[in-house]
């Protein structure tokens, strides 16, 4: 199948290993990937902020860089969540750029998704090990996708994974994009509770497939003093088929 | 007037009290574990009641509200006549005080002293205790929770639970503080000496006053839903009742009532139907053995009718569960330090407070959410409260509540966004200043824009290669 990769501005500065490792498995997977170069950002930081008409200009962008018909897949479950729910919004229904803003909803995937309703990837069939403690944060956007526990059944598929299960998985761990800095106090009650959940399950690793999400626990774990690294599904699954060499928890 | 934990200063900011709330361990524990036990509880009851259906059941109430909203003056109006021909007084009020002056008439009408109240949020809107007590009339709340908030001159902090922030023994130390009882802890002996003094209450009490969770249309029947029976005996003893209501409480028919009892006693408490389910149609009649002579039921405006536009309507379909506080992490933090500042708190608070009061006077509250989406999935009406957040965000930068400087940023942010060169020489930027700031992989204190995010967590340092430079070289040196 030709998939282009949609990779937003977090992972793509903050934790390009995910895409890495998405790129990896796809092409493991026998797929052709594409990466459009003139890709920047869905406008999901902007919207969320009330800046409807900044995010309506950034969207109607990636109907350009994204035009077409292939499937296309992304780390970020609250870009396919802005794409597919909130950015129709911004335009007048029956209008060309509603439908395809609906076109390009219809066919983006966050990658766990796409592995488990595109994909329909058995991992009993492949040659899939990784030894160790992981727990897992559910983001929040997965919910805005309909995603529940996929990512922790495709982690019990995985042999030599000790699946530890986290209190209040799918409570928000206190990122949500400019919340984070503009309501600190709150945001890291939130956090501390997150940090405090994951230290209690004992775990080495937590997974977290949301690269905000992900850089709001890894930088509260180390405040807190609290080893534990933070990884995508789709770094543990490369490691796993040995698509990426397996970093060592620091 | 301002004053009280409900109506703060204007224009009201959030981290005046939400620091204060964060840092009360004991607070944090009441109020984390209450909303924990009540939100599982709510899935579980629904779960078990409505199985793969819970959705379709939320979108069926969801619908009936819309529809009714939709057509609100219709049934207003078919509401008015049926009531009225059922023998009872039906007022509409435009805002709090013209509520309470209706009430107030009523009373001096017929020399009423003494008033028993059962729970409604709509009376803390219209601050009608207060406006009572200033007429000489004395007021006492029956809920429980609401008569110790009462006693303790406290303000609600939970739409259904509203001393969730208190526990057993600021209860004790209340009743024997206020009414003289011997202290105790033991909530069986706390309810008693409640149950005690109440009832002397109802036996003396000339005027009732109640809410009322939903209006039948068709019936001009009002509903109230209670767990201890307390509007019964506030409404049927003394000679007057007076039902303050939301004009958005409106049902259509009978039939349409038992798949929101059946949602609201579930969303709220987990409960299969609330213990008292009371259907009041008209005053009493001549066969009754109890029931007032007269009563009113006064239909409540206070800004309702501003919600109805197009964009805000589905806020209406609200029934006051208190489902998505219970399910909301930024409730659970702040929700028991009156953080809010208002009378309704968590999302839905969020998102109608500024609707009501002005968003420069609460221009917080709309960002007072990580927009997690719990509180939608738990609504019983299908409100999109993340999305009518997002739309409060909006109408603030529109009307330039949003202050200069963010405007710049992220008007700044969104140009660097707009073209691939720009955004690889940004993301170079970012990725060059924020390694210079970093020691061994990690910020601790970075400057604005930035420094709310390392008051609370370090910030990693950008990758030394970003996703696309990596894979721009590989297409480069061709794939292995």
Redesign the interface.
């Known amino acids: 199948m030709r998939i282009t990769l949609f ?1 937003p ?1 977090l ?7 995910a ?2 490792a998405i ?1 990896k498995i796809l092409e493991y997977l026998g797929h052709d990937v594409d ?1 459009p ?5 869905c ?1 999901q ?8 008409v ?2 309506k ?2 969207v109607t ?1 990636m109907l350009d860089v994204f035009d077409g018909d292939a499937t296309v897949v992304t780390p970020s479950g609250s870009c396919a969540a802005l794409i597919r729910h ?1 950015a129709p919004t911004l335009y007048a229904a029956g209008t060309p750029e509603r439908q395809r803003v609906e076109n390009l909803g219809g066919r983006l995937y966050e990658f766990v998704e796409f592995l488990v309703r595109v994909e329909r990837m058995d991992l009993a069939a492949h040659d899939v090990r990784w030894d160790g403690d992981v727990t897992e944060h559910f983001p ?2 997965g ?2 996708i309909g995603l529940g526990d996929e990512t922790m059944s495709l982690l019990r598929g995985i042999a030599g994974v000790r699946l530890h299960p986290l209190e ?1 998985r ?3 761990c ?18 501390r ?1 997150k940090v405090s959940c994951i230290a209690a399950t004992g775990a080495d690793v937590v997974v977290c497939n949301d690269a905000g999400c992900a ?2 626990i ?3 774990c ?2 807190a003093g609290t080893p534990v690294e933070v990884r995508s599904f789709a770094e543990i699954l490369a490691e796993g088929l040995e698509l990426l060499t397996r970093e060592e928890p620091s | 007037m301002s004053g009280g934990p409900l109506d703060p200063p204007l224009p009201h900011r ?2 005046s009290r ?2 204060a709330a ?1 840092r009360d361990v004991q607070l ?1 524990q009441f109020v984390n574990r209450a909303t ?1 036990i009540r939100d599982h509880a709510r899935v579980e009851a629904l779960d078990a009641a409505f199985g793969s259906r819970t959705e379709a059941v939320r979108t069926l109430a969801g619908q009936i509200k819309q529809h009714t909203l939709d057509h609100l003056d219709h049934y207003v109006g078919q509401f008015a006549d049926a009531a009225t021909a059922a023998g009872v007084h039906v007022h509409f009020a435009a805002d709090g005080p013209a509520a309470n002056e209706i009430c107030l008439a009523i009373a001096r009408r017929r020399g009423c002293r003494r008033c028993v109240k059962s729970k409604s949020m709509v009376t803390e809107e219209t601050k009608l205790v207060p406006a009572l007590q200033a007429a000489g009339i004395e007021a006492v709340e029956t809920d429980l929770g609401e008569f110790i908030i009462q006693l303790d001159d406290d303000a609600p902090s939970h739409i259904v639970a509203p001393m969730i922030h208190k526990d057993r023994r600021a209860v004790g130390r209340a009743f024997e503080r206020e009414i003289g009882a011997p202290y105790t802890e033991d909530p069986a002996e706390l309810t008693a000496i409640a149950r005690a003094h109440m009832r002397v209450q109802y036996q003396r009490a000339d005027l009732g006053v109640s809410g009322a969770n939903f209006l039948v249309a068709e019936t001009g029947t009002v509903v109230i839903c209670t767990n201890e029976g307390n509007a019964d005996l506030s409404v049927s003893g003394p000679p007057v009742h007076i039902a303050f209501v939301g004009i958005e409480k409106l049902v259509p028919r009978l039939q349409d009532l038992p798949v929101f009892l059946k949602l609201l006693a579930r969303s709220a408490t987990a409960q299969p139907i609330t213990i008292y389910t009371t259907m009041l149609t008209g005053p009493r009649r001549a066969a009754d053995h109890d029931g007032p002579e007269e009563m009113h039921v006064i239909l409540v405006d206070n800004g309702r009718t501003r919600l109805l536009a197009p964009d805000t309507r589905e806020l209406l379909r609200c029934i006051r569960c208190g489902a998505c506080l219970n399910t909301c ?2 409730y659970r ?2 929700g028991g330090g009156h953080a809010y500042g208002a009378v309704y708190s968590g999302p839905i608070g969020a998102t109608i407070t500024p609707l009501l009061a002005g968003l420069e006077n609460y221009p ?1 509250l ?9 509180c939608f ?1 738990a609504c019983p009406v299908r409100i999109d409260l993340p ?1 009518q957040l ?8 529109e009307t330039r509540v ?1 202050g200069l400087l963010e ?1 710049s940023l ?2 700044a ?2 140009w660097s ?4 060169r ?2 690889r020489m940004a ?1 170079r930027l ?2 060059v200043g924020l390694r210079a700031l970093g020691r061994a992989g ?1 910020i601790r204190r970075a400057p604005p ?5 390392t ?6 340092v ?2 030394r ?4 430079d ?3 070289k590989r297409e480069r040196g061709g794939r292995p």
């Open positions: 990779i501005c992972t793509d500065a903050f934790t390009p290993r895409a890495v790129v990466v170069a003139t890709q920047t950002c406008g930081p902007m919207f969320n902020a009330g800046f409807h900044e995010a200009r950034l962008r909130h929040c956007h919910r805005g209040h799918d409570q928000c206190g990122f949500g994009g400019t919340f984070a800095v503009k309501q600190p106090a709150i945001s890291g009650g939130m956090l509770e850089m709001n890894a930088g509260g180390h405040r | 959030i981290a939400a620091g964060g944090q924990d992490p930024v933090k702040v917080d709309p960002h007072a959410s990580s927009l997690c989406g719990a999935d999305g997002v739309r409060r965000r909006r109408e603030m930068v949003t405007r992220m008007r942010w969104a966004l707009r073209g691939p720009r955004y993301t970012q990725r990690w824009p930035l420094a709310g995010w008051r609370e967590r370090d910030l990693p950008p990758a290669r970003s996703f696309h990596w894979w721009k």
